[in-house]
């Protein structure tokens, strides 16, 4: 049964500084992976998604790298700013028709001004 | 509107009552899914409509949990007897596609539902 694990699960951090948020998966045979930003009392908002052909992807100041022969994820956040203050899940699909994802409890990150 | 909405946004519940939750997803969207989220956990995943078809319920806890989309387009997902166990966030989220592992993903905010 494939297990998403995140951590740490909580970070503080100065505004300003680059910051690593990981994530782990029991089961290599994945599709691809995916990372979210969830804020206070809202739904989940889709960063990057990374098929398990590549390696890596970037998104502005996000960059999201992808080992699947040894289950990691990683989510890297440059120059951090207050506004990036949520909770980041990572996510695979449990098949491959996709019909389900099997999220981490996520990494609820805060940056401080 | 131009995402989804789920309504109403906090329910509070006593033992024992049924519930029911609502869900709007983006107009033409194929899909439709529902995902449970207990406090400092993940959502996990219930069931998953392609239009009106309930092709996959296998993640709804149990025989008191039941959603329909009869015509395709708004989803309830209603509860029976509810349980305290039961209390957590209810999201919903739709997609343009029928579903594949690629499919991009748009959520509501979640009904919060408290049972006392």
């Known amino acids: 049964k494939q297990e998403v694990t995140q951590i740490p699960a909580a970070l503080s951090v100065p505004e300003g500084e680059n910051l690593v948020l990981n994530c782990s998966f029991t089961?290599?045979?994945?599709?691809?992976l995916q990372w979210f930003r969830q804020d206070p009392g809202k739904g989940l908002t889709s960063l990057l998604l990374?098929?398990?052909?590549?390696r890596e992807q970037t998104s502005g100041r996000l960059n999201a790298s992808l080992d699947k022969s040894s289950g990691r994820s990683t989510l890297y956040i440059a120059a951090s700013q207050p506004g990036d203050s949520a909770t980041y899940l990572c996510?695979?699909?449990?098949?491959?028709?996709?019909?389900?994802?099997?999220f981490g409890k996520g990494t609820t990150l805060s940056v401080s001004s | 509107g131009a995402g989804v909405s789920q309504s109403p946004r906090y329910k509070v519940a006593k033992r024992g009552q049924d519930v029911a939750l609502r869900c709007d997803p983006i107009?033409?969207?194929?899909?439709l899914f529902w995902y449970q989220q207990a406090l400092g956990q993940g959502p996990e995943f219930l069931t998953y409509?392609?239009?009106?078809?309930?092709?996959?319920k296998s993640g709804l806890p149990s025989d008191r949990f039941f959603a329909e989309r009869p015509e395709g387009s708004v989803s309830t997902l209603k509860i029976q007897r509810t349980q305290q166990e039961d209390s957590a966030v209810y999201l919903c989220?739709?997609?343009?596609?029928?579903?594949?592992?690629?499919?991009?993903?748009?959520f509501g905010n979640g009904t919060r539902l408290t049972v006392t």
């Open positions: 989220a739709s997609s343009p596609y029928r579903v594949s592992y690629n499919s991009p993903l748009h």
């Open positions: 089961d290599s045979a994945i599709y691809n």
């Open positions: 990374i098929q398990s052909s590549q």
């Open positions: 996510a695979v699909p449990f098949n491959q028709a996709g019909t389900a994802l099997i």
């Open positions: 107009s033409g969207h194929v899909s």
């Open positions: 409509f392609q239009n009106e078809a309930q092709l996959d």
